[in-house]
């Protein structure tokens, strides 16, 4: 029997590669889009006759229960969210709705439904979690504090307690899982490496003079997304009900280091300058964790580099903008 996976959030960045990675896996895959999200992302498996795309607004339990009854799946994996930091300080209340009553209404269909069937249900969290960490809780573990900077973070919490709370009650089978960053073609433009990427293509094509740029000083664990969504996959084969697991490189990079990444890259210089409204009210300074307790649940090993994620990166905004 072919497997059903669901999929939320499919016209998302991760959530598109990991369609793309249980396509190959030979799924069959339903993935929920809101009404007016683009489908640039998903362009390349549109027409696969495995890949069916549902409209389903989130928050609108009836549109996501629908849509759990109708595909009947064995995975999900919920990884619909408002997921830049920024936009949760100018817009706190939408994303605290979007993130946790989206997941709310998620898992109360599931509860609904699994009276009768068990799926295994994987909820993306996040290492932002974490927030404010001091050298001497580096690496970051499972059992470290957790002391939100954003209210992005603080609506991962709630999704990440909401997981817990809901495999504790009623027995689903719910793995969540802390990525710290994880990047690669199609990520969004306003995240840091793919800002500087698209940047830095424009600035070699002689369109601007200088990369416009942040904090310059915050340090993150960069993996690549394809190593992520299979680290997904696994978390549901082989992870343990109820458990959350991070998932990481576990070697910090100082955001300045991506401008040496791209500059080697493409073989030149690329001066910079600060631009202050690219500054957060609070950023998490240093963000690295550990994360041999899923390495040994269930063997997963990165099989690309941050470098490849920046070249992958470049080549898809020299596409986009078509420039070379
Ligand atoms: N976006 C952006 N743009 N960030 C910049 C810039 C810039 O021009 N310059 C410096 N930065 C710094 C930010 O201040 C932050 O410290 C770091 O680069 C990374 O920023 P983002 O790429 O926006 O990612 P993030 O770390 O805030 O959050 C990402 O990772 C989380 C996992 O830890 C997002 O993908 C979250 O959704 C995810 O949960």
Same mark, same amino acid.
């Given at each position: !029997?072919? =497997?059903?996976?669901l999929i939320t959030g499919? =016209?998302?960045?991760?959530?598109?590669?990991?369609?793309?990675?249980?396509?190959?896996? +030979?799924?069959?895959?339903?993935?929920?889009?809101?009404?007016?999200?683009?489908?640039?992302?998903? *362009?390349?498996?549109?027409?696969? *006759? $495995?890949?069916? /795309?549902?409209? @389903?607004?989130l928050?609108?339990?009836?549109?996501i229960?629908? %849509?759990i009854?109708?595909?009947?799946p064995?995975l999900v994996f919920h990884l619909a969210a408002?997921s830049? #930091?920024?936009?949760?300080?100018?817009?706190?209340?939408?994303?605290l709705?979007t993130n946790i009553l989206g997941t709310l209404a998620l898992l109360e269909g599931l509860r609904q439904?699994s009276?009768?069937?068990s799926p295994k249900i994987h909820i993306a969290c996040s290492s932002e979690e974490y927030?404010?960490?001091?050298?001497?809780?580096?690496?970051?573990?499972e059992t470290? %504090?957790l002391?939100p /900077?954003?209210?992005?973070a603080v609506s991962k919490v709630a999704c990440d307690l909401l997981g817990a709370q809901y495999a504790r009650a009623y027995g689903m089978h719910i793995v969540r899982t802390r990525a710290?960053?994880?990047?690669?073609? &199609?990520? +969004? #433009?306003?995240?840091? =490496?793919?800002?500087? %990427?698209? $940047?830095? #293509? !424009?600035?070699?094509?002689?369109?601007?003079?200088?990369? *416009?740029?942040?904090?310059?000083? %915050?340090? &993150?664990?960069?993996?690549? #997304? *394809?190593?992520?969504?299979?680290g997904y996959?696994?978390a549901l084969?082989?992870g343990e009900t109820g458990e959350v697991y991070n998932i990481?490189?576990?070697?910090?990079?100082?955001?300045?280091?991506?401008?040496?990444?791209?500059?080697?890259?493409? +073989?030149?210089?690329?001066?910079?300058?600060?631009?202050? $409204?690219?500054?957060?009210?609070?950023?998490?300074?240093?963000?690295?964790?550990?994360?041999?307790k899923f390495?040994?649940q269930?063997?997963?090993?990165?099989?690309?580099?941050?470098?490849? @994620? !920046?070249?992958?990166?470049?080549?898809?905004?020299?596409?986009?903008? +078509?420039?070379?």
């Open positions: !029997m072919q =497997t059903r996976v499919v =016209t998302g960045f991760v959530a598109s590669h990991l369609a793309e990675y249980c396509l190959g896996k +030979g799924c069959q895959v339903v993935g929920t889009r809101r009404r007016r999200s683009p489908l640039t992302n998903i *362009k390349a498996i549109i027409d696969n *006759k $495995q890949f069916r /795309l549902v409209e @389903a607004e928050e609108d339990s009836r549109s229960y629908s %849509a009854r109708t595909n009947q064995d408002q830049f #930091v920024p936009t949760s300080f100018e817009l706190p209340h939408y994303t709705q439904w009276d009768s069937s927030g404010l960490v001091s050298s001497d809780e580096c690496p970051i573990v470290q %504090a002391r /900077l954003s209210p992005y710290f960053n994880h990047e690669g073609a &199609r990520r +969004g #433009v306003e995240f840091v =490496t793919s800002n500087f %990427a698209r $940047q830095a #293509v !424009m600035l070699a094509a002689g369109k601007i003079s200088e990369l *416009k740029v942040g904090n310059l000083e %915050a340090v &993150r664990d960069f993996s690549h #997304v *394809k190593d992520i969504v299979h996959w696994l084969e082989k990481c490189g576990g070697k910090g990079v100082k955001i300045l280091e991506i401008i040496d990444i791209l500059s080697r890259i493409l +073989g030149r210089e690329l001066p910079f300058s600060v631009d202050s $409204q690219r500054l957060r009210p609070s950023d998490v300074p240093y963000l690295v964790g550990d994360c041999s390495r040994k269930t063997g997963w090993e990165p099989k690309l580099t941050f470098e490849d @994620a !920046m070249r992958d990166l470049v080549i898809y905004w020299r596409e986009e903008l +078509g420039l070379s």
